[in-house]
Structures are given as structure tokens and as C-alpha cells.
């Protein structure tokens, strides 16, 4: 990392324990720890670091020298045209699609590029697609089961029973997800927003450090919406987010004046700054807000 990066981290970095310490929230864990993966390190404050990723596909560049840093327990909002390298990004951090060249790591001491998707999940990076995935024959307590952050191997899940503990964090992400009374709804006959919930907590039974969240009100109600800004702007601090949206008055909600966006355009930053700030930047106005 650059001297500038490590001041701006260590700068971070003491915001961040600063709001641990207000929270009450407990430091983020590595998921990796007894499976053979790498901790990471987030000392300087940076939860992920990417240095010129560049994709591309068939001669057609997705991402060109995309750089990009996100704090630890940040909440960052990326905006852009369709086709402006938003998905191809989350493919990067996520493994689903190798860079052809560039730097992407999770804390400092995680190289994302040399592991796989199972790997990057395992240490601690979740992410949610833009359509809901559950599964729909099960009830919503069974699917927050499923994905609750355990030894998945098969002697240890054929002998396994929920502890007290793990009854007591599904409880918590019923509240945080507005689901505890559809507890033993079958997850098929939920509303599409409560399906889009249901698949956040699944995330968030993961206990990732950060999340990856691809349009999560798409869909919703007006409702739905609210009550979902209220419970990522809740997160904020314990966990990491990077949330991608078209929807500006969610974005306008989830960034109250004071937290950074990220704009990108034909696959690089375009701006970056307070919703405010990008809104009167012109070149903004001409490749996106105009439209």
C-alpha cells in the first residue's frame, strides 16, 4: 500500500473504533479461521483495496484501471449506467471473474485474485444478487439455518444441533430483517421484498465482514425501501457495504449528506464524493443523472 493509502487507513481506522466503540459492536472475525484460508488484517482500516483492475471481454473492456478503496464498517454507495462496470466489479472481488490485470485485497493481507469463490466467501465477503435466491420449499427459520456461518463438512453436520447461541443470532436477524413473525412461512409465499430480506439475512447469518449488494430494493415498495435503508444504515459499522443502485432516492436515504458515493463509467471511477457533490458534477449529469 501506498503512504497515502496507510495515513488515509490509519485515519479509518480510528473512525471505525470510534464507532465500536459506540455501537458496542464486536470486531470483525475471520470466517477462514480453522479451514486452512488466511486471516485478514484490517489494521490500517481498509476492508477492501482494488488497484487497477482491468477486464476485458473479447477486446471490449468492462473495467480499465479501476481503483477503489472501502473502509472498514463503511456504508458506500456505487452509482452508474448500465454497463459502467458495476457488476463486472463485484464479479472481480467475489472470483467469479478473473482481472487481466490489477490488485485486489481484502484488509492487507488478503490476495482475493489467488483464491476462489468458496475461498472469498469463507474469509468473509458476502454478496447478494440482484434477484432474490432462497429456498422456496423451506421455511424462513430453515433457510437462516442453512446459511448460518458453521463447519459445513459432512461428519460435523450430520451430528450438528443449533446451539443456544446460534438460536439466539437467527432470532436477532429475524428482527433485523422484519421476519420473525413469518418465522415457519414457507420462504415461496413471501412478498418479493420480503424474499430480498430474507436473502440479506441470509448473508448476515454468514457473518461476513463485508457485503456486496447488487440493487437490494429493486422491486420493493416504497415501504419495503424505507425500512431497508433503515436496516443497512443499521449495519453500518459492524459490517462493511458496498450497495449498488439506480434508485436515487434510496440513495439520496442511505447517505443522509454525509457518506461517499462512487460513480463509475465505462468501467473506470468517474467521481466519487457526497451525493450532493456528484449530482452537480456535469460529466455525471451527461453519462447518467441526465438520462
Not at 459506540?22 to 476492508?47: I, K, Y
Amino acid at each position: 500500500m501506498t503512504p497515502e493509502l496507510m495515513e488515509a487507513g490509519a485515519r479509518a481506522r480510528a473512525s471505525y473504533e470510534a464507532r465500536l466503540a459506540q455501537t458496542g459492536a464486536r470486531r470483525p472475525v475471520a470466517l477462514g479461521r480453522g479451514l486452512g484460508l488466511p486471516e485478514p488484517d484490517f489494521a490500517h482500516g481498509v476492508a477492501l483495496y482494488l488497484d487497477e483492475i482491468t477486464v476485458s471481454f473479447d477486446g471490449f473492456k468492462a473495467l480499465t484501471a479501476l481503483s477503489l478503496t472501502i473502509d472498514v464498517g463503511e456504508l458506500r454507495c456505487i452509482i452508474g449506467p448500465n454497463g459502467a462496470g458495476k457488476t463486472t466489479m463485484m464479479d472481480c472481488i467475489t472470483g467469479k471473474t478473473r482481472p487481466d490485470a490489477g490488485k485486489a485485497f481484502f484488509g492487507s493481507t488478503i490476495d482475493l485474485l489467488r483464491l476462489s469463490e468458496p475461498e472469498i466467501s469463507q474469509v468473509g465477503i458476502g454478496r447478494k444478487f440482484q434477484k432474490p435466491t432462497v429456498y422456496e420449499q423451506l421455511t424462513v427459520f430453515q433457510n437462516l439455518e442453512l446459511a448460518l456461518a458453521t463447519d459445513r463438512r459432512p461428519r460435523a453436520s450430520l451430528f450438528s444441533r443449533l446451539s443456544g447461541e446460534q438460536l439466539d443470532r437467527i432470532g436477532e436477524v429475524l428482527s433485523l430483517i422484519h421476519l420473525r413473525d413469518d418465522a415457519a412461512s414457507t420462504a415461496g409465499l413471501l412478498s418479493h421484498g420480503q424474499k430480498q430480506w430474507l436473502e440479506i439475512g441470509m448473508l448476515l447469518a454468514q457473518d461476513p465482514v463485508l457485503l456486496l449488494l447488487d440493487e437490494p430494493v429493486a422491486g420493493m415498495s416504497d415501504e419495503e425501501t424505507e425500512r431497508t435503508a433503515e436496516l443497512f444504515l443499521s449495519l453500518e459499522g459492524k459490517h462493511s457495504l458496498v450497495v449498488v443502485e439506480h434508485d436515487m432516492k434510496f440513495v439520496d436515504q442511505l447517505t443522509e449528506g454525509k457518506r461517499k458515493v462512487t460513480v463509475l463509467h465505462e468501467g473506470r471511477v468517474l467521481a466519487e464524493g457526497l451525493l450532493s457533490q456528484v449530482q452537480a458534477n456535469q460529466q455525471v449529469v451527461e453519462v447518467y443523472l441526465g438520462r
